[in-house]
């Protein structure tokens, strides 16, 4: 090849590289809709996320396969299902030699990197460069995380919202190759249980009451045996770490004093008022959601920081901002935090895209999209053909303000986590919008609700005669979807279980760590 040829080969492929959109998914960990203010949150708000709604679209009603950290980021990277991508639970190896979307973009000339919570124990495969929280079984530590920084533990002396966001900029500024295009995840461990504001925050929010949820108080009356067993109460389930009653192990200096002036005298206060019933509910959702909002804050100001650099270094128009939890939470409905039930404040994940001149500013979405759907979405944006075993659909249809004919009218879900944290009995359901059906297949018990008259979900009406013909179709709904989905039977998800559950190791589960 001459050198003239050689040029123009250079030129011709950085023209193709600079037509690309570069790719920034910004992400966080149990980040509820109903602590977002672009979703009409009534505990707080967040400026910079619904920056990126005005400025673009949001999806209200995105819903994920599966409502739990790991097996929800193995659904993204692999646009599957848990049955077909191997990842049903937390503390699993997710096997990295399978497909994902960010090895796909590689191969088309993506620069690939993810920086912060990654959670899926074995090390990210398909990526240029990835620097991920680690200790504490993927979790890591609010402050001072430890990081495996493309192989080598990298300690920190930071908060680590506040480092992540640090070091996905010093990325953006300082070591992508700028002649290619990008995809970076930044990933957020906050707001994760247990909640534990930066030095910022700690202090914030004081004297305001939250308003509570409407089945804050509720006797879970007529629902499956399961649900009444579960341990993620807000009155019995958190522990004095969730509840700020003793600092955690690993602060110290000033971040210990902080944490002293931000609790010592509400926590003196209460330990006199002995409360109890109700009245000790209340008091511990007002805690909980405290430092959640605390933590949220933490995150928003990442993401303004980080719009705020796509703007001055002129990357805005050619870059797609998505952000996203791995799945909602529960802020004190039904009684609870956390997640893992079908119900919707953990079904429900939050949604939103900018992609100035391509999505139209101030557009939403109400079609049943979800995280299956995230790989598909970005390599139909990269140009990159899918392969045909991812089982989500591109949502740059939606995107662009059309709407597909034969968009998915129903939804399928499934939970496999127990016995594990929390004690939530595996289920599998459905859903059209306007219907859930929810089976608790180990004891064959069946939830059916009427989203429309109880969005709540607090009247099952599975044993409802009024409902028998309601029931009927949602039955035949999730048969369906269950074989257009490849899903294994009932019986064989049991038998599977079983043996493992009998060893008590779920690490045997899965692929072998390598
Ligand atoms: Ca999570």
Redesign the pocket.
């Known amino acids: 090849m001459t050198k003239y040829s050689q040029l123009f080969l250079f030129l011709f492929t950085l023209s193709i590289f600079a037509s690309k959109p570069n790719i920034f998914f910004i992400f966080s960990?149990?980040h509820a809709t109903q602590a977002i203010s672009a979703y009409g949150s009534k505990i707080n708000s967040t400026p910079n996320i619904d920056r990126i709604a005005n400025e673009g679209i949001r999806f209200d009603r995105c819903l994920v396969t599966n409502a739990?950290?790991g097996p929800?980021r193995a659904t993204i990277l692999t646009g599957k299902y848990s049955h077909l991508n191997g990842f049903y639970k937390n503390d699993m190896y997710f096997n990295g030699d399978q497909v994902t979307f960010p090895k796909l973009l590689r191969k088309a000339g993506y620069q690939t990197a993810v920086i912060g919570k990654w959670h899926l124990a074995t090390l990210p495969t398909g990526f240029d460069h990835f620097e991920v929280i680690t200790g504490y079984g993927g979790q890591g530590k609010y402050y001072h995380p430890i990081m495996n920084k493309n192989g080598k533990p990298t300690n920190y002396r930071a908060y680590t919202t506040e480092i992540i966001t640090e070091l996905n900029m010093d990325w953006l500024k300082n070591q992508r190759d700028p002649t290619k295009p990008f995809m970076l995840m930044m990933q957020h461990k906050a707001p994760?249980r247990a909640w534990l504001p930066s030095a910022k925050y700690m202090n914030a929010f004081k004297d305001k009451k939250f308003p509570e949820p409407s089945n804050l108080h509720t006797n879970y009356k007529g629902k499956a045996s399961h649900v009444k067993k579960q341990d993620m109460m807000i009155k019995d389930s958190m522990n004095p770490g969730d509840l700020k009653l003793t600092p955690p192990k690993y602060l110290d200096g000033a971040d210990l004093a902080n944490w002293h002036e931000a609790y010592d005298d509400e926590n003196a206060a209460f330990a006199k008022a002995k409360l109890s019933g109700k009245a000790l509910r209340s008091w511990n959702y007002q805690r909980y959601i405290r430092d959640y909002v605390r933590c949220v804050q933490s995150i928003d100001d990442s993401i303004g920081e980080v719009l705020a650099y796509l703007d001055e270094s002129g990357l805005a128009e050619n870059t797609l901002v998505i952000y996203s939890?791995?799945?909602g939470f529960f802020l004190g409905e039904h009684g609870w935090f956390d997640?893992r039930f079908m119900y919707e404040e953990a079904l429900r994940t939050p949604l939103v895209m900018r992609w100035p001149g391509k999505i139209k500013a101030g557009s939403s979405n109400s079609l049943i999209v979800s995280n299956l759907d995230f790989a598909q979405t970005f390599l139909d944006v990269a140009g990159v053909t899918a392969p045909d075993e991812m089982q989500g659909a591109s949502l740059l249809p939606l995107m662009r303000d059309k709407k597909p004919k034969n968009w998915r009218s129903s939804f399928y879900y499934h939970y496999y986590g127990y016995p594990d944290w929390h004690l939530v009995q595996k289920h599998c359901g459905v859903t059209d919008g306007r219907y859930k059906l929810i089976h608790f297949y180990t004891t064959d018990e069946w939830e059916l609700y009427d989203m429309e008259k109880d969005p709540r979900e607090n009247q099952n009406r599975a044993s409802d005669p009024e409902f028998k013909s309601i029931l009927d179709t949602m039955r035949k709904k999730l048969t369906h979807q269950r074989i257009q989905l490849k899903v294994p039977s009932d019986q064989e998800l049991i038998e599977k279980f079983k043996n493992l559950e009998k060893e008590n190791s779920y690490l045997k589960w899965g692929v072998k760590k390598k």
Do not use: A, E, L
């Open positions: 960990d149990d739990i950290c929800s994760h939890s791995d799945q997640k």
